[in-house]
């Protein structure tokens, strides 16, 4: 049962609720990044890897620290019990993920840097990407779309960052693509640039959504 929960989520993180085409997060990389395929890899993959990491910390933070029910907090009080710190839940979250980026943007500044100059500005936007701070947040409201309704429990967690970060990365890879080949064509000077890829996208949108026929 609990492998049939997981393969569903990757599928619906994937291909049916993608965070991009679905969700409409994460619009700027989505845009700013995927002029070429080589710079998509590179924000696709450290997007991913920052979306494992978050889901996993942030679900160990969140469970352990903030929620009064599991919350260690209450060993440390005098029989009061845990104090209720969910209100803190956005604002820890961010912490998480600005320190995980900070640690990206350090590591390909040092191994990487050609890939360090090709993604400019969005690298360190990615402390603020709504969809990295959008998955840690759906891992611990649950997963309605499958009739989760609570908490995911840690595997899932972790499973849902990982699926909807390769979803990220399969969305920025295929924009790139359609990118590179209209370079090939004759486009409305008025159309060019941003206009012409919020069409592109919209039908890119369009075309997942024959996904959401799928039945498990």
Same mark, same amino acid.
């Given at each position: 049962?609990?492998?049939?929960?997981?393969? @569903?989520?990757?599928?619906?993180?994937?291909?049916?609720?993608?965070?991009?085409?679905? /969700?409409?997060?994460?619009?700027?990389?989505?845009?700013?990044?995927?002029? /070429?395929?080589?710079?998509?890899? *590179?924000?696709?993959?450290?997007?991913?890897?920052?979306?494992?990491?978050?889901?996993?910390?942030?679900?160990?933070?969140?469970?352990?620290?903030? #929620?009064?029910?599991?919350?260690?907090? *209450? $060993?440390?009080?005098? *029989?009061?019990?845990?104090? #209720?710190? /969910? $209100?803190?839940?956005?604002?820890? $979250?961010?912490?998480?993920?600005?320190?995980?980026?900070?640690?990206?943007?350090?590591?390909?500044?040092?191994?990487?840097?050609?890939?360090?100059?090709?993604?400019?500005?969005?690298?360190?936007? &990615?402390?603020?990407?709504?969809?990295?701070?959008?998955?840690?947040?759906?891992?611990?409201?649950?997963?309605?779309?499958?009739?989760?309704?609570?908490?995911?429990?840690?595997?899932?967690?972790?499973?849902?960052?990982?699926?909807? *970060?390769?979803?990220?990365?399969?969305?920025?890879?295929?924009?790139?693509?359609?990118?590179?080949? &209209?370079?090939?064509?004759?486009?409305?000077?008025? @159309?060019?640039?941003?206009?012409?890829?919020?069409?592109?996208?919209?039908?890119?949108?369009?075309?997942?959504?024959?996904?959401?026929?799928?039945?498990?």
């Amino acid at each position: 049962m609990e492998i049939k929960v997981l393969f @569903m989520i990757i599928i619906y993180s994937v291909l049916i609720q993608n965070f991009v085409l679905s /969700r409409f997060l994460g619009l700027c990389p989505f845009f700013g990044c995927s002029q /070429r395929i080589s710079s998509a890899i *590179g924000m696709g993959c450290a997007i991913t890897f920052v979306m494992a990491l978050a889901s996993a910390i942030t679900w160990i933070v969140y469970t352990y620290l903030l #929620d009064p029910a599991t919350s260690i907090v *209450g $060993f440390f009080t005098e *029989g009061n019990g845990a104090p #209720d710190l /969910r $209100f803190l839940r956005t604002i820890s $979250f961010i912490l998480v993920i600005a320190v995980l980026v900070q640690f990206i943007e350090m590591f390909l500044q040092k191994k990487v840097p050609s890939l360090y100059r090709a993604l400019g500005i969005f690298l360190p936007l &990615m402390a603020t990407n709504c969809a990295i701070l959008g998955v840690a947040v759906l891992n611990v409201e649950g997963f309605t779309a499958i009739g989760i309704h609570t908490k995911l429990t840690f595997i899932q967690s972790v499973t849902q960052g990982v699926a909807g *970060g390769a979803g990220f990365l399969l969305i920025l890879i295929l924009m790139a693509g359609l990118r590179e080949k &209209m370079e090939l064509v004759t486009i409305p000077e008025s @159309m060019k640039g941003v206009p012409i890829a919020c069409v592109t996208g919209g039908l890119m949108a369009l075309a997942f959504m024959g996904f959401s026929g799928l039945s498990f």
